[in-house]
């Protein structure tokens, strides 16, 4: 990974750590069931965009390799079934 | 919440919280990248899940009682407004 | 359905209706394939704003009834399943 | 678009209207609103099936070409930005 991608995605993976906490947390003093589960979709939203940047990253590091040596059915693959992923929940 | 739900919630977010660590030493340790937005996913999903958990809770404990109070609109507005967030992402 | 309801539902899915057959245009006409998966995402977007209104719609006109006759479960089931089903796709 | 794939996708968004057509008989007749939801979630399902399919024949003929031409911030640009649409709704 891109040393500058692995940073950003490694300060994201942190927040996302603490916002799991504070679900828990949450959780722990009975708030409002309506505001844990905004607090889970946010969290969701942030690992979703951790998937973007890892993603971005895979596509000009990987794919763009992957290509020039022939390798595009692996590449094609793989692509269609992170897509496929991304679509659940 | 009830307390069996409460239960399962702490348990899942613990879980989650452990495949986040999970997710960040994937990343210290360079794993390939597909392997690490597959595992964003399953996080995703997990939370998805718990979400649904919670969601089951406030039906069954707030909106019966919110309706039954006339808070009809309040309850209405704010299932919407989760059925909303729950679709993006 | 409330008739405002209903007329608003049916002008949206006539909508969708012409926005299906466009999209069949475009891939008859050989168009560039990011437009077309970017119109069929719109066209998704748009069946998903008109399950909102029918859910709150189901939610003012049903939900409440059932909930008033004793058939909470019921209701309380239904609307998890299609909070399941909205996060899919 | 290949042939094959142009066929497969016109016959499904035959398909798709015809589920609209569908939906909106479904609307007239008042039907009960969760099988109106759940009916127009199986369509966005046939759509993103559709989208899924035509990715596919993007990236094996309109990426692998613009790699080998050089143009790969235009081609993982347009990746990006097709997922990122793939997550909402």
Chains 1, 2, 3, 4 share one sequence.
Not at 61 to 67: A, D, P, S, W, Y
């Amino acid at each position: 990974m891109k040393i500058i991608t692995k940073k950003q995605v490694q300060n994201r993976l942190r927040r996302v750590e603490g916002q799991v906490r504070g679900l828990q947390k949450m959780v722990d003093e009975e708030k409002y069931c309506i505001d844990i589960i905004t607090q889970s979709s946010a969290v969701r939203s942030a690992l979703s965009a951790v998937e973007d940047l890892v993603l971005e990253n895979h596509l000009s590091e990987h794919v763009i390799h992957q290509v020039k040596q022939g390798q595009e059915k692996k590449a094609i693959g793989e692509i269609i079934s992170v897509f496929k992923k991304s679509k659940k929940k």
